[in-house]
């Protein structure tokens, strides 16, 4: 069963960066569009980034500008390069594919002060 371990969260304060990795225990990533997902509390969890199998990248227009997602199918990993962080952007962040999505990691808590 393919398993997904995000990381790289952190607290920073707000127009830091961070990076966040998405590690998958099988090649699920060469077979499928990615995404990075995030929740905060009280709120539906949101898809922020995407980027399919032929690079095709969408953002979120909260994110648009600030956030690059990008893949290394090799490494069956996921990226998300995070700069100019707002405290709006404070949510637990998870990585799964966007379609049919399979069993969610436990993500990795970003919280960015003001």
């Known amino acids: 069963q393919v398993q997904l371990v995000e990381s790289g969260g952190g607290l920073v304060q707000a127009g830091g960066s961070l990076r966040l990795s998405c590690a998958a225990s099988g090649s699920i990533f060469s077979i499928a569009a990615m995404g990075w997902y995030r929740q905060a509390p009280g709120i539906q969890r949101e898809l922020v980034a995407s980027?399919?199998?032929?690079?095709?990248?969408r953002y979120a227009d909260s994110v648009k500008g600030r956030f690059t997602i990008s893949r290394d199918n090799a490494k069956n990993t996921v990226y998300l390069q995070m700069n100019s962080l707002k405290p709006e952007d404070t949510a637990v962040y998870y990585c799964?594919?966007?379609?049919?999505?399979?069993?969610w990691g436990q993500g990795t808590q970003v919280t960015v002060s003001s």
């Open positions: 980027i399919s199998l032929g690079g095709t990248i």
């Open positions: 799964n594919k966007v379609v049919r999505p399979i069993d």
